[in-house]
């Protein structure tokens, strides 16, 4: 079966680290551009990194610096690294692939994700 | 920060037509990015609805459809029913902020 299975989130005080681990099985891993997704309870969805087929990394402003993806292809495992997490990353982060045609990508496999809380 | 505009909800009764729009800017849908679909049930992970404007995924009925034109695009849904009860999103690519933007979001109630 095609899915993507993802793990690590936990409670974790301000300031401190998290490292979430995703697993893919049913496709060629290496293949694929992977990225994290996360989603504040009752709000809308946000882009918050991803890593390339060659390894390139990209971010937006409101985790760069911060967060770190990483791949392990022989592992079909995609990772995030969280470091100096703030209460306003408490979310659920998915985990997703994105399939690509003429620049445009869209993400066309998810996870079912994992509960990050950031708090006291 | 959500760069897409979308109303907050829309309604309808089962078996009318309701669209949702997404509002972008010239570096996003205006730029010529193509506008993607997600539909997320309660308590479920996102699924992929429409991508590459108005292109269905198997599995997913033709009385969905979507298209785009200049800064915005559109989601249809011709005979609605109870089963689109849901949260919608778009998503596309951004120039200016060199990443992935995703709608406000909408959610569809079937009266």
């Known amino acids: 079966e095609v899915q993507l299975v993802e793990s690590g989130g936990a409670l974790v005080q301000p300031g401190g680290s998290l490292r979430l681990s995703c697993s893919a099985s049913g496709f060629t891993f290496s293949r694929y551009d992977m990225h994290w997704v996360r989603q504040v309870t009752g709000k809308g969805l946000e882009w918050v990194s991803t890593i390339g087929t060659p390894g390139d990394t990209h971010y937006p402003g409101s985790v760069k610096g911060r967060f770190t993806i990483s791949r392990e292809n022989a592992r079909d495992s995609l990772y995030l690294q969280m470091n100096t997490l703030r209460a306003e990353d408490t979310a659920v982060y998915y985990c997703?692939?994105?399939?690509?045609?003429?620049?445009?990508?869209?993400?066309?496999?998810w996870g079912r994700g994992t509960l990050v809380t950031v708090s006291s | 920060q959500s760069v897409l505009t979308q109303p907050p909800s829309v309604s309808g009764a089962p078996g009318q037509r309701v669209t949702i729009s997404c509002t972008g800017s010239?570096?996003?849908?205006?730029?010529?990015?193509?506008v993607h679909w997600f539909q997320q049930l309660p308590g479920a992970a996102p699924r992929l609805l429409i991508y590459?404007?108005?292109n269905r995924p198997s599995g997913v009925p033709d009385r969905i459809s979507g298209s785009k034109s200049g800064t915005s695009a559109s989601l249809a849904f011709t005979g609605l029913q109870a089963e689109d009860e849901a949260d919608y999103y778009c998503q596309s690519h951004d120039i200016s902020l060199s990443g992935y933007v995703f709608g406000t979001g909408t959610k569809v109630t079937v009266l």
């Open positions: 997703a692939r994105s399939q690509y045609y003429d620049n445009n990508w869209y993400f066309d496999l």
């Open positions: 590459g404007n108005n």
């Open positions: 010239s570096s996003n849908i205006g730029a010529g990015y193509d």
